[in-house]
């Protein structure tokens, strides 16, 4: 269940939220500002002599509705009224935000097929700030509850919470959309259920024996109520403000950004100002990360960095990584370091030459760079799926990327017919760079025994912590593992872990 911020009693940002954490917490990018985040009012009566005439409003409904009804009601003549004069101020910056998020909402529900005009769910949900948490424990721009994150993919613990990451929480609100969509048949319903959980909706229109929002209208809760109403005056606001006098001013957009992938522990403070990066500006581009450190277990963590300081990262990764990273006191290679690879702002993958740095029997540190010839080479990737509620072929292989008919060949199946918990092999080919000479040893072990180094027999196992609301597959998901291999590793026999339980992931 998702809760918007308008249905709850008092709206947080990330940082006052009532949970312990470490002195490295990260505080919200944005902090809450009360005169943006109107605390609406339950369903209130219009006055007798609105100052915006129905009839008006209802011809503009008329010409905006598309896919989703844009009913008029005296709930939304009132929000239109609570929009437009009482937070106008709310209303100019939804305006000046829209090119921040506006793109990726419309790409991400056209991907999906859904009514572009859910991008404006979000601005009730969140007011449009990846970070806020409700008092509900709902959190991001969708508002995802814990659990139903988790559902949805969403990882989350103490280092990392997915539900603030805006393009994985969009894709999770398209996912949940198209559930709901699925369940009722009617985006009405579908929204009320995003609200408030379809077992609530279903109530009422048992109670009611009512079939769409405005039959059920009376048994709903009445923050329910509301919820259809405020995303109709939205809508409206969005496309007409500007006949109210309301306009933008100060136009928000999105930083041009590189990529670069994080293994293991990293100093993300000292990385910035190393890096010569606003600690800000990584914030507002990584907004998932609640602390200012990554810890030893991460692996292949996307971390966005402002074009404009790129340049000078690659120049001087050495000493960046010496400054951020963290090594073993014993023999072995650094725990942490920026990878070989990096993505580009126009999504090209380019070699990026890495120091690795090591520790001798003296406890000398020892660099090595490497900075030779660079290849491409294929690796397959075998993964599994659990078939959820509401899942077909066709939008599983269009999660993964693959075919249809790849899926059925993998997994045996002679009918297209699958059923809820059912396992499904999928098998992925990735595009590996890696630095010549290391490509050319992998080649030569296949015909001669490879010689063992003081580095490979002080190899340590790796291990997972379980954290509260994770699953075998979660875990499974988050390391590319299958669950058969990650319970074997461990010793499982039914699927049952516990929180503070260690898993070795590997060996």
Same mark, same amino acid.
């Given at each position: 269940?998702?809760?918007?911020?308008?249905?709850?009693?008092?709206?947080?940002?990330?940082?006052?939220?009532?949970?312990?954490?470490?002195? #490295?917490?990260?505080?919200?990018?944005?902090?809450?500002?009360?005169?943006?985040?109107?605390?609406?009012?339950?369903?209130?009566?219009?006055?007798?002599?609105?100052?915006?005439?129905?009839?008006?409003?209802?011809?503009?409904?008329?010409?905006?509705? @598309?896919?989703?009804?844009?009913?008029?009601?005296?709930?939304?003549?009132?929000?239109?009224?609570?929009?437009?004069?009482?937070?106008?101020?709310?209303?100019?910056?939804?305006?000046?935000?829209?090119?921040? %998020?506006?793109?990726?909402?419309?790409?991400?529900?056209?991907?999906?097929?859904?009514?572009?005009?859910?991008?404006?769910?979000?601005?009730? *949900?969140?007011?449009?700030?990846?970070?806020?948490?409700?008092?509900?424990?709902?959190?991001?721009?969708?508002?995802?509850?814990?659990?139903?994150?988790?559902?949805?993919?969403?990882?989350?613990?103490?280092?990392?919470?997915?539900?603030?990451?805006?393009?994985?929480?969009?894709?999770?609100?398209?996912?949940?959309?198209?559930?709901?969509?699925?369940?009722?048949?009617?985006?009405?319903?579908?929204?009320?259920?995003?609200?408030?959980?379809?077992?609530?909706?279903?109530?009422?229109?048992?109670? /009611?024996?009512?079939?769409?929002?405005?039959?059920?209208?009376?048994?709903?809760?009445?923050?329910?109520?509301?919820?259809?109403?405020?995303?109709?005056?939205? $809508?409206?606001?969005?496309?007409?403000?500007?006949?109210?006098?309301?306009?933008? *001013?100060?136009?928000?957009?999105?930083?041009?950004?590189?990529?670069?992938?994080?293994?293991?522990?990293? #100093?993300?403070?000292?990385?910035?100002?190393?890096?010569?990066?606003?600690?800000?500006?990584? @914030?507002?581009? $990584?907004?998932?990360?609640?602390?200012?450190?990554?810890?030893?277990?991460?692996? #292949?963590?996307?971390?966005?960095?402002?074009?404009?300081?790129?340049?000078?990262?690659?120049?001087?990764? /050495?000493?960046?990584?010496?400054?951020?990273?963290?090594?073993?006191?014993?023999?072995?290679?650094?725990?942490?370091?920026?990878?070989?690879? %990096?993505?580009?702002?126009?999504?090209?993958?380019?070699?990026?030459?890495?120091?690795?740095?090591?520790?001798?029997?003296?406890?000398?540190?020892?660099?090595?760079?490497?900075?030779?010839?660079?290849?491409?080479?294929?690796?397959?990737?075998?993964?599994?799926?659990?078939?959820?509620?509401?899942?077909?072929?066709?939008?599983?292989?269009?999660?993964?990327?693959?075919?249809?008919?790849?899926?059925?060949?993998?997994?045996?199946?002679?009918?297209?017919?699958? $059923?809820?918990?059912?396992?499904?092999?999928?098998?992925?080919?990735?595009?590996?760079?890696?630095?010549?000479?290391?490509?050319?040893?992998?080649?030569?072990?296949?015909?001669?025994?490879?010689?063992?180094?003081?580095? #490979?027999?002080?190899?340590?196992?790796?291990?997972?912590?379980?954290?509260?609301?994770?699953?075998?597959?979660?875990? /499974?998901?988050?390391?590319?593992?299958?669950?058969?291999?990650?319970?074997?590793?461990?010793?499982?026999?039914? $699927?049952?872990?516990?929180?503070?339980?260690?898993?070795?992931?590997?060996?």
């Amino acid at each position: 269940m998702c809760v918007g911020i308008w249905n709850t009693p008092v709206m947080a940002s990330f940082s006052q939220v009532k949970l312990e954490f470490e002195p #490295d917490t990260l505080e919200a990018a944005t902090q809450a500002d009360e005169s943006l985040m109107p605390y609406l009012p339950e369903v209130e009566e219009i006055n007798e002599n609105p100052a915006i005439p129905a009839e008006l409003l209802k011809q503009r409904f008329a010409k905006l509705e @598309k896919s989703i009804p844009l009913t008029y009601h005296k709930s939304s003549h009132e929000f239109v009224e609570y929009f437009t004069y009482k937070k106008a101020k709310f209303t100019k910056t939804m305006m000046e935000k829209m090119p921040l %998020y506006f793109p990726l909402f419309e790409k991400t529900l056209q991907k999906h097929g859904l009514p572009a005009e859910l991008k404006y769910l979000s601005m009730i *949900e969140s007011g449009l700030n990846p970070t806020v948490i409700s008092h509900a424990s709902a959190g991001g721009l969708w508002q995802f509850m814990p659990a139903t994150g988790r559902e949805f993919g969403l990882y989350q613990d103490s280092y990392i919470d997915e539900r603030f990451e805006p393009v994985k929480a969009t894709e999770a609100a398209c996912l949940y959309l198209k559930q709901l969509y699925r369940i009722f048949g009617d985006w009405e319903l579908a929204l009320a259920s995003y609200n408030t959980g379809p077992g609530n909706v279903k109530r009422a229109m048992r109670r /009611s024996r009512g079939t769409t929002f405005w039959t059920i209208y009376n048994v709903l809760p009445r923050e329910t109520r509301s919820y259809v109403p405020q995303y109709v005056a939205m $809508n409206y606001m969005m496309n007409y403000g500007a006949d109210h006098g309301i306009f933008p *001013e100060n136009m928000e957009y999105q930083i041009p950004n590189d990529t670069v992938h994080v293994n293991g522990y990293i #100093d993300l403070a000292a990385f910035c100002e190393q890096s010569q990066i606003s600690f800000e500006e990584l @914030k507002k581009l $990584n907004p998932q990360l609640t602390k200012t450190t990554l810890p030893d277990r991460t692996r #292949d963590f996307v971390l966005k960095v402002p074009s404009m300081q790129y340049t000078y990262l690659v120049s001087n990764r /050495s000493q960046i990584m010496d400054s951020c990273t963290r090594r073993y006191t014993q023999a072995g290679v650094l725990i942490a370091r920026i990878d070989s690879t %990096y993505t580009d702002s126009l999504g090209n993958t380019v070699a990026f030459p890495y120091a690795t740095v090591a520790v001798n029997n003296e406890g000398e540190e020892q660099v090595e760079e490497e900075t030779g010839e660079v290849v491409e080479r294929k690796r397959t990737k075998k993964t599994s799926h659990t078939v959820r509620r509401g899942e077909n072929l066709l939008s599983i292989s269009r999660k993964y990327r693959v075919s249809v008919a790849d899926l059925k060949r993998w997994n045996h199946l002679r009918r297209s017919t699958i $059923n809820r918990g059912q396992r499904l092999v999928i098998i992925r080919e990735t595009r590996e760079t890696v630095p010549a000479a290391t490509q050319l040893a992998v080649v030569s072990q296949k015909n001669e025994k490879p010689e063992v180094s003081n580095r #490979d027999r002080h190899t340590k196992k790796r291990y997972h912590t379980v954290q509260k609301g994770d699953t075998l597959w979660i875990i /499974s998901q988050r390391y590319g593992l299958e669950i058969g291999q990650l319970k074997k590793k461990n010793k499982i026999r039914g $699927n049952a872990i516990k929180p503070g339980q260690k898993l070795i992931i590997s060996t």
